[in-house]
């Protein structure tokens, strides 16, 4: 049975989305239609999407529009800063379209935001949910150097699926980029089921990750954005995604969350 979830909070969504309008700026609990909006909106957590919302690569289930993005805002670090302020966040994670247009695939624009937000919000916490910049070092590099507190990439699917619904994309890159990631700070990464992934394939792509230095997870069910893009081959219930938080645990990540409605940034503030 598809998941269902409670209509979300008018005045959370309406203040939130007001400042979102003022500063111009985009969040993915918008784009990409989060079905947890409120709840983290209420938690004083969000995500904040940089570089636009056009991403350059076409991956078959994400309801990111694709094609030719529009030039980067040079003040978008600034502008998520002071949002960040007003909304009063104590937990943010900063994502992005991927931009395989520009020469530094975005990752300058990712630390100066990082890094705005940290001198407007000393307190906040900041998660680095990043793309994989082509595997290009100097960018990996900000990322480490920056002052986020923890840095993900997502996997997104096991590998035998993988270039099916990422064709534009690497499984093996990602698992470099990962294991670079976590010799410098707490690494986390998010695989999402219903493709028609078996169980097999599932442990295969945990190890993996394990192998990489992964050491949070979140594991979520895919739901389609519209019928336009990759079909659901499966509904989890719930006491499958608990098992899979077993088998997760087992083999030595520190912290899982997995269930229908999780996405990768959800209770991002508490794992």
Known sequence: MKPKVLAPSPEIIEKTNNIIKKYQINTVCFSSKCPNITECFARGTATFMIMGNICTRNCRFCGVTKGKPNNLDENEPIKVAKAVNELNLNYVVITSVDRDDLEDFGSWHFYQTIEKIKEFNPNTKIEALTPDFNGDLASLELMVTSNAYKLAHNIETVEKLHKKLKPKSSYTLSLKVLEYYS??????????????????????????????????????????????????????????FDELKKLAYSLGFKAVVSGELIRSSYWADKL
Do not use: C, M, W
């Open 183 to 240: 010799k410098f700070k707490i690494t986390k990464s998010s695989i999402i089921v219903g493709f028609g992934e078996s169980i097999k394939d599932i442990e295969k792509t945990l190890k993996d990750l394990i192998n990489a230095g992964v050491s949070q997870l979140t594991i979520g069910q895919y739901l389609r954005p519209s019928p336009k893009h990759y079909p659901v081959k499966k509904y989890y219930t719930q006491k499958e």
